[in-house]
Nanobody
Framework: QVRVVESGGGSVQAGDSLRLSCKAS????????MGWFRQAPGKERAFVAA????????DYADSVKGRFTISRDNAENTVYLQMNTLRPEDTAVYYC?????????????????WGQGTQVTVSS
């Protein structure tokens, strides 16, 4: 059974850092690109970052570029999202997802397995 489980969220102050983890099971993680999305209250789910199967190619939303870093450890079946210099506007539920194909993408429809999400709250 394919499963994706996020962890590492919490409540922090602006300027702090958090590292989210996404543990995958039920398939070989290295077979698929992975992505992180987030959904703030009252807003649609939005792309944050994506990484190809090997970790050699990454993509970021403009709003997080330079502050967030996506990485993966295929041996540990885990994808990470290091979030630095957090801002109140980063407050959201963060989701990890598995891409449907070998390509990384920014669209929700390009991902077919999602976790339940982890809450990140940043206060000013």
């Amino acid at each position: 059974q394919v499963r994706v489980v996020e962890s590492g969220g919490g409540s922090v102050q602006a300027g702090d850092s958090l590292r989210l983890s996404c543990k995958a099971s039920g398939w070989t993680l290295s077979a698929n690109p992975m992505g992180w999305f987030r959904q703030a209250p009252g807003k649609e789910r939005a792309f944050v970052a994506a990484i190809n199967w090997s970790g050699s190619v990454t993509d970021y939303a403009d709003s997080v570029k330079g502050r967030f870093t996506i990485s993966r450890d295929n041996a540990e079946n885990t994808v990470y999202l290091q979030m630095n210099t957090l801002r109140p506007e980063d407050t959201a539920v963060y989701y990890c997802a598995r891409a449907k194909t070998y390509r990384i993408g920014r669209l929700i429809d390009e991902y077919n397995y999602w976790g339940q999400g982890t809450q990140v709250t940043v206060s000013s």
